[in-house]
């Protein structure tokens, strides 16, 4: 028995729940490292699979273990036997949110062992559901365009293989090289809710399903990774780069949040925005989506002017929601985006929990009435 | 910003991280409360209807409001159009709990408005989630069987009609009573590990099909609802009365666990067993597993004669096993009916939590390395 002290803390804000060796945020710096190494590092020079690899090994891989690394993602690239037909049978109307929480978790009853929890079983596991959720978004966002799935490329990394997938022809460098940032930048940040969702439930000593599972319905919500969707529909109701003073004004105004600004654990500039604003202007004049850019630009010169001073900046779905729509992604799928990537940093913590294990069980505040009789129903 | 102290508490034992009007323990005195009422006086005078009702209401409800709620919960006893397909298409060798989490999931894709969280919206889902589940369970264990599923029966109530579901038979007044006696016993335990789950997933404003599908991820863990098995397989070990003896003395000198005693928050009598205890003995008279319970009678009384005076006593799982087994269900279907009941608290801490929400956004303290160099690869 601890002897913390039992005061009810709203949100477990400032309450230390668990300890990690993958990701660092210093919020008052501006810092995000993922094993000692600067976002800003990993984003100019590494790759998503290279990402990977460090944060569940804690070093970055030497060149035979990247591509052994790489050789055994590939191989879970495909669906297993039975998947497309689940896929298939999601009414397209689905969000697909709610479609990739069902699909991942129905991958459990296509593995002949899903409740293996040693470290090395739980890291098979975590290779499995990385490689193939790629398909499953994929395969659903084709299945509701009326088209049929395309089968992977194994000739092609972990990003290029999923803008294949979905699209049907090879993407561009650019595209490929900006979607690859998203996923490293996505991959890992504390002990965020989502993140915390999967220790949670795996230290039931539950599985690993069970946990990416539950960790996909956290991150659906608006107040977590729901969020870069808002970001376009910012710049969907701008109708031009003129109207973005008016429009960023008239919202400050009435108090009111302006989408893709502020991070409640960044109070300086977020570190995952910069190499990401570089990448974004390439392919927004790549794909004919300039407008898109200046709008960004505009807004973030204006609350540069207007709020730089107390902290609020652009924070990482402010850039990739231009990405992705520029690669051409509708909105209902930045979210499972963020998922794709943040299943590398969700099976690492539940690696780490799973290494040093104890069940998560705070207590409850009880605040209703006591010694209450069971009145008779006559007599109520 | 709190200013709560930033020490790492493993498992967040002692720490209160939400507030509830639902249930209320005592562990040293052995006290169990919903809403202010003994679960002893819940277990003997009222129905799982009206202790559902009890939880979301926070308080008993009035003739006429009891009629009222127990209709609309059978209005929802039949599956929405598609989801018996989905059942069907379930892998026979699928572990009940990962099917339960998976279906469960995919009922958001069957509702028109799944993200809807308005407390209102809520308790609509909560009725429509735990009217059908039994439906879910009963068709997928008789899909396993090789037999079509039994529709419905709304006159009678959630208890019997899960029962008739699964057997395609009306069960005796015994049964009824002992299961739903079960279900009443197990529908809300203050902030247990599942029922954190589900308030930690709704806290990002995501949806009441993300936080139940969450939470039954994490009680398949044999940390939490797996436990009841446990008790089956050690009574099936012993091969009789006789053998009885032996078999613990063995067990405690080697210091291994003896499955259904001991609680990590109860250390009097678990006042959930009690009532559960004269039924066992019952059904088990009537179905012919006096086997069973003699069994278990005569674990618990050497294990008071050894450990009593250290507060091990049987918990709720060490008679709600022999209820189970004899009332037909096969082992892997106890921590499902765990689930059925749970559903209960699991929304009812849903409901609360919207109704006064702040986002879990708990800190790591990350052990790593600082300010290390991203080493290209040929110098690695």
New interface residues.
Partial sequence: ?????????????????????????DGVQGVL?Y????IG??A???TFEETVFLLWN?R????GE?ESFTKQLRANYALPE?MI??VR???TS??PM??L??MV??L???DAS??ENSVEAARVKALKILGCTPAIVAAFDRHRRGLEPVAPDTSLGFSANFLYMLNGEKPTEAMTRAFDICMITHADH?????T??AR????????M???I??A???????????ANEGVMKMLNEIPSVDAVEQYVMDKLARKERIMGFGH?VYKAKDPRAAELMTLAEQLARDTGNMDLYTKSKAIEKIMEREVGSKGIYPNVDFYSATTYHCIGLKLDLFTPMFALSRIAGWSGHVIEQLGDN????????????????????DN?
Same sequence: chains 1, 2.
């Avoid at 804000?13 to 945020?25: L, P, V």
């Avoid at 094993?35 to 600067?38: D, R, Y």
């Avoid at 659906?220 to 990774?225: W, Y």
């Avoid at 104890?358 to 129903?377: D, I, Q, S």
């Fill in positions: 028995m601890t002897t913390a002290p039992a005061t009810f803390v709203k949100g477990l804000e400032g309450i230390i729940a668990a300890q990690t060796e993958m990701s660092y945020i490292e094993v000692g190494i600067a590092d990993l100019k020079h590494s804690k970055l891989p030497t060149k990247l039975g037909e689940r049978s999601v009414p689905a969000e709610h479609m929480r069902t978790s129905a459990s009853m296509h899903p409740n504390g002990l965020n809710n989502s915390f969702t949670v439930v795996i230290s039931t000593l539950s599985d399903y069970s946990a599972t539950a996909i319905g956290s991150l659906r919500g608006p107040l977590h990774g729901g409640r104890r069940l998560f069980r705070p207590k409850a505040e009880y605040v209703g009435p006591h010694n209450v009789a069971y009145t008779p129903m109520r």
